[in-house]
């Protein structure tokens, strides 16, 4: 079924940088009307130009998603404006690479959770009466490849994403009868300034050798998630093997992880092209 987007509202949280900013563009490319929320006004100014430059609407709403009364603002600014919510993308977040013994740990998991998990239940709670009174509506939450299966050195925001993909389970078969649709998008490793203040040395394992994805390819999958009504999306496909590989054995799972920290092998399974996250952000400005 072929969806049109024309005159769609879409509200994305986190919309001032990286996957947020590449999901307007590509929702506004589509004909819809943008609702852009995340705590920088400037960043949010950019996009918002960006948008109009692409001939379509956009309302910038400075918004802290851990804050419940930001959030409520939020929507009611984007109802004012637009009179409906017709898609929520939920993908305002933090990431926080350390090891679980590291003094920081426990406080990377609140920081990550309050983030990228309260948040994303601030902004679902008060998005779903406005879905609910319209019989209507999808909602797309950002998980990530390490919401399926963690690394080493990245338990805090694997935490954090596995949480992510229980709530999206739970409230998608709770919303079904509304005429609302759940998607979970998985991306692996992607070219934003997400992990931009980690060192090359400290991330990761697997990380190292890896090429990221671009912040298009994640916001291409995100505007086809929702077109195709998909539950899941992991990105790239072949991340699979390795979901698969856990959902077998923890050994296969770790063997995997393992593997992908030789080059050579990462070459193999087309998760490197020779360029790692470092060398790639490099050339973005900061
Ligand atoms: N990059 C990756 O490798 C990767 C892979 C898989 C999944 N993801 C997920 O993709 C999502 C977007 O991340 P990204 O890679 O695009 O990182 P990013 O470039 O750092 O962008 C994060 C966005 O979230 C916003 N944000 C953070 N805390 C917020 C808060 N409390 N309230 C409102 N907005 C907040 C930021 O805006 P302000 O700072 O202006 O508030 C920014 O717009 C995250 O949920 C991340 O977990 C990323």
Redesign the pocket.
Known sequence: MRVSFVNRVVLI?????????AVALAFARQGALLVL????AE??AEVEGEVRALGSEALSVP????SPEAVLALVDAAVSRFGRIDVLVN?????KVGCVESAAFEDNVRQTMR??LF?MINVTQRVLPVLRRQGSGAIVN?????GRKAFARFGS?AIV?HGVSAFSDSLRQEVADGGIRVSVV??????????REAKEAEMPPPFRHMT?LS?DD?ARAVVAAVRQGKRRVVLPGRANMLLLGEALSPRIGDLIASALTKRRIARLLRMSSGKTYHETIAGYPG
Do not use: Q
């Open positions: 949280t986190g919309a001032s940088r990286g996957i947020g900013r929320a995340a705590r920088s960043g949010l918004t802290d998603v851990t993908n305002a977040g933090i990431g983030a990228s948040g950002m998980s990530s490849v390490m925001y994403m998985y991306p692996a490793l992607t070219a934003t300034d997400l992990l990221p912040a994640v």
